[in-house]
């Protein structure tokens, strides 16, 4: 393994974000370019990536979850068939982010993430990381489902899931992964209630005039 892998593994997730708006300085970064610099550290800073949009407890323009949500999809399977490095189909990672738009949501995002790497610590080890990789990849799977539905402000809970799973798994913290189930599993049954009460004919306030 080269210098530079040994660095990217020794990085917490915010200095491996900031790295990537650092180095690409284009207007756009391809979903590809995103990927392929994070590559080295698996499965666990890719779903942190793709979690991140959804974790933000405001209201969204209609399709914006279930776009997010594909690669959430994508990962978690491959998660659970034990799949070693994660893949992305081409049309996905051809797909461009503003560099300023992604840069922005790491000035938002980093002061969160540094908040809960402090915590962070090997826990739980006797499990190995690649169980745990398909156990959340079983939980993932489930909250993308909850994220993709077209329901305001639901993605919430179980995007934040996601992406403590995820920084668990880069920390080998057996107890935030439990953590992070916990909270994604309260935010789907947030949705089943909200779906409940929506077929027993309730309607639900507008979140978009």
Request: glycine share 8%.
């Amino acid at each position: 393994m080269s210098t530079s892998d040994n660095n990217n593994n020794e990085r917490s997730t915010s200095e491996l974000l900031e790295n990537v708006v650092v180095v690409y300085r284009s207007d756009t970064i391809t979903v590809g370019e995103i990927k392929n610099s994070l590559h080295e550290r698996g499965f666990g800073v890719l779903l942190a990536i793709a979690a991140l949009p959804l974790c933000l407890p405001v209201p969204v323009p209609p399709g914006y979850t279930t776009l997010f949500s594909i690669p959430l999809f994508i990962f978690s399977i491959q998660m659970i068939i034990g799949m070693r490095a994660p893949w992305l189909p081409a049309w996905i990672e051809k797909k461009e982010i503003k560099r300023t738009s992604l840069e922005k949501l790491v000035i938002k995002a980093n002061p969160w993430l540094k908040k809960i790497e402090k915590r962070l610590q090997p826990r739980l080890t006797y499990i190995s990381v690649h169980t745990w990789e398909r156990i959340i990849g079983i939980f993932a799977f489930v909250f993308a489902v909850s994220i993709s539905l077209p329901i305001p402000l639901t993605n919430f809970p179980p995007g934040w899931g996601i992406l403590i799973m995820s920084l668990g798994l880069l920390s080998k913290d057996g107890i935030t992964i439990l953590i992070g189930m916990i909270v994604g599993t309260i935010g789907v049954g947030i949705t089943m209630i909200i779906l409940v009460l929506l077929w027993m004919g309730m309607s639900l306030p507008s979140f978009y005039g």
